[in-house]
C-alpha cells in the first residue's frame, strides 16, 4: 500500500505568481524540433504523518528523477509530436515508518538492503532505460502512449511493487508529464480547466486544475502560469481498501517559455489529507509535498 501510494502522488505535477509584464493576447503553445533532446529533472520531497490506534509514525521521502525526451519527428500541419520519454536515473530515500531508512540510487553500485529497498530497486532498474513512445499535441495533451512489451512482462515478474505498475498505470503516469494548454491565444486573468483521472486498485482519483495565466514575467521573459488543483476519489465498490480524502489544498506556479514553446520550471506546494480503512483497520494520513519539474538543457 505504501508503495502504491508512493507511485500514485509521485505522478502528481504542478504550478502561483508576481511581478508580471501586462501584455495583449498570447498563443501558448509546445513547439519541438525533430531529433532535438530535452531533459528534465523532477525533485518530490514528502512527509507522511500516519495515526494508526492511537500510534503516529513519520515517513519522509526524497525522490529526484531524470527524465529524457527525444523527439522523433514532427507534422509540419500542425506541430504535433511523436516522441520517446525514458526515465534515465532515480535516486530515493526515505526514512521513518516501518521500513525505517530505504536508500537507492540507480547510478551507484550499492544495492539497498532492506526488503521494501530490493523490491523497490529491482521495480527501478526493469523502468529504467526504457523508451515509452508518446504523441503530443501541441497544447500538450498526450493523447497515445505505447508501453515496452517486454517491460509489462518484466514488472509481472516482480511480485506486488510490479504488479501495481500494470500497462494501464504507466500509460496514465505518462500522460501526466505535460503542462496542457488553451488552444486559442489568451489574455492575463484567463483560465481554463484541466482533468486528470488515475485508476486505482481501490477507486478513481481526479485531478480538476485550473490553470490562469498571468503575464510574462518580467526578469525571465516567460509566461506564468498558476494552477490551484482540486482533487477527489470515488471509492470502488466492493474494495478491499477504503480511501477517503478528507481535504486536499494546493498551489503552484509553472514558468512557461512562450518563444522555446515548453515548461522551464514548475513548483506545486500540495497537502492532502487521507483517511484509509482496510481489514477493520483505519489509517489517518496527512501528506505534505513539494514538486518541482525543471529543464536542465
Not at 67 to 82: E, F, L, T
Not at 105 to 130: H, N, Q, W, Y
Request: net charge neutral; proline share 4%.
Amino acid at each position: 500500500m505504501f508503495v502504491r501510494c508512493l507511485t500514485v502522488f509521485s505522478s502528481i505535477t504542478m504550478f502561483v505568481s508576481s511581478g508580471l509584464v501586462v501584455s495583449a493576447q498570447e498563443q501558448l503553445a509546445w513547439k519541438f524540433t525533430p531529433g532535438e533532446s530535452l531533459k528534465y529533472v523532477v525533485q518530490q520531497d514528502m512527509n507522511m504523518t500516519m495515526a494508526v490506534a492511537s500510534k503516529t509514525q513519520t515517513i519522509a521521502m526524497n525522490q529526484t528523477m531524470d527524465m529524457r525526451w527525444k523527439i522523433a519527428d514532427v507534422d509540419s500541419g500542425n506541430g504535433d509530436a511523436n516522441m520517446s520519454q525514458t526515465i534515465e536515473r532515480v535516486q530515493l530515500k526515505t526514512q521513518g515508518g516501518p521500513f525505517g531508512v530505504v536508500a537507492y540510487d540507480s547510478d551507484g553500485d550499492k544495492a539497498p538492503e532492506t526488503p521494501l529497498g530490493k523490491s523497490m530497486a529491482e521495480v527501478f532498474r526493469k523502468i529504467i532505460g526504457e523508451e515509452f513512445g508518446v504523441h503530443m499535441k501541441t497544447t500538450g495533451k498526450i493523447d497515445q502512449v505505447s508501453v515496452p512489451q517486454s517491460l509489462t512482462d518484466a514488472l509481472k515478474k516482480t511480485g506486488s511493487t510490479g504488479n501495481a505498475l500494470d500497462e494501464a498505470t504507466l500509460k496514465q503516469m505518462m500522460t501526466q508529464s505535460a503542462i496542457t494548454l488553451p488552444e486559442k491565444p489568451i489574455l492575463p486573468g484567463h483560465s481554463w480547466d484541466s482533468v486528470q483521472q488515475v485508476e486505482l486498485p481501490f477507486g478513481t482519483m481526479s485531478v480538476k486544475s485550473q490553470l490562469t495565466y498571468q503575464g510574462i514575467d518580467s526578469s525571465s521573459g516567460h509566461a506564468k502560469i498558476a494552477m490551484i488543483p482540486v482533487i477527489s476519489v470515488a471509492p470502488k465498490p466492493g474494495a478491499s481498501v477504503t480511501l477517503t480524502l478528507t481535504k486536499s489544498e494546493g498551489t503552484g506556479l509553472v514558468l512557461f517559455d512562450v518563444a522555446k514553446g515548453r515548461v522551464s520550471k514548475s513548483d506545486l506546494d500540495l497537502t492532502m489529507q487521507i483517511q484509509v480503512k482496510s481489514f477493520g483497520q483505519v489509517i489517518d494520513q496527512t501528506i505534505k509535498q513539494t514538486t518541482s519539474m525543471k529543464l536542465v538543457n
